[in-house]
Structures are given as C-alpha cells and as structure tokens.
C-alpha cells in the first residue's frame, strides 16, 4: 500500500485491488458512464468488474496483470488495469485508468499516473502505451499531459489494442503512447 499526494493537498492511497473491493469498483464504474457510454456506448454492467479479473490480452501470462485501486478514505476513487511487460518486454500496457468524477481535475489521476509511470521506468519499461476512446476528450486530455502521443483511430473489432482485445462496440478507439527516458 503506497500513498500519494495529489495536487489537492489530499491523500490517495494506491494498492492492489481485492475481491472486498468490487462494491466499490462497482460505483466507480456506475459513476464513470460518461467513459464507458464513450467507448462502448453504454454503461457498464455490474459482470464487467469481474471480468476484470479475466482480461488479459492473447499472449500475456496473468503474472503480468496488475489491478490497483485508488482509494481516498475508505472509498476507491479511482482503478487502473495495467500488464506489465505486454506487448513487448519493455512496454507496460493500461487498459483502464479510472478517476471517480468527483475526483478528477484535482490531480488524483495525474498524481498517481506520474507515480505509476516512474515506477515504469525504473522496473525498466521503455514505453507505456495506454488507450482512449477518440470522442472522450476528458481522457484524451489526460494523456496529453502526461506527455503520450495520441495515434489514429483503431477500427479493427478483435484486434489488440493496448493490453485488451477490441469489442465491436468500440468506435474510434485511439492508442496512446509515451516513450520514457533512458535511466
């Protein structure tokens, strides 16, 4: 369990998620529909915090997968699904970076993500390659700050895109990269 200052002088609390945290992954992701209605065009359901557990893209090893929770208080405030090492062995892929909308524009998410991207790189990751819908300008926004260069849409339903396969529901899915400095 780690501990992050974010911009608005509050605690965040990052660590693994665990199965007593579903509830609260559950809320985060009824209030975070604006993300979800953005890529898939509708909410999320309460299965997809399960499924959580399951993702991994084609040719990832589950000991690659990390699930963390961003906590503040007793309440998660934030969630982010990261494969280490996927797709290459210095890339570090994000499949979801969420921030509770009562938490966003004070830097929780750019706080914990300039965390999370140092430990990156001083595990010896070259590259972090997150993706965003191209209609979500919130999250484009983000990863902007944060230095990624924002690629073209991707079309193809099935294809790997970060560190998930794209569902068919996914319209103009953009992938993110950011190329860390040499240590």
Not at 23 to 35: I, K, P
Not at 37 to 51: H, I, K, M
Not at 76 to 97: N, T
Request: with cysteine; aromatic share 6%; net charge negative.
């Amino acid at each position: 369990m780690e501990e992050i200052a974010a911009a608005d002088g509050g605690p965040v609390t990052v660590r693994e998620m665990r199965p007593e945290d579903e509830a609260g992954v559950g809320r985060l992701f009824a209030a975070c529909e604006d993300y979800f209605v953005a890529a898939t065009g509708a909410p999320a359901l309460p299965a997809d915090v399960q499924s959580l557990y399951y993702a991994l893209p084609e040719g990832a090893d589950f000991e690659q997968k990390r699930l963390l929770v961003l906590c503040r208080g007793g309440d998660v405030v934030g969630l982010a699904d990261l494969v280490d090492r996927f797709p290459e062995a210095g890339s570090c892929s994000v499949g979801v970076f969420l921030v509770a909308p009562g938490a966003r524009r004070r830097g929780v998410g750019a706080g914990v993500a300039r965390r999370l991207i140092g430990e990156a790189a001083g595990r010896g990751m070259r590259t972090v390659v997150a993706t965003c819908p191209g209609t979500w300008e919130p999250g484009l926004g983000f990863l902007r700050s944060l230095g990624f260069e924002i690629g073209r849409p991707e079309e193809t339903a099935g294809a790997t895109v970060g560190n998930r396969t794209r569902h068919p529901g996914e319209r103009d899915l953009r992938t993110a990269r950011l190329e860390l400095p040499d240590r």
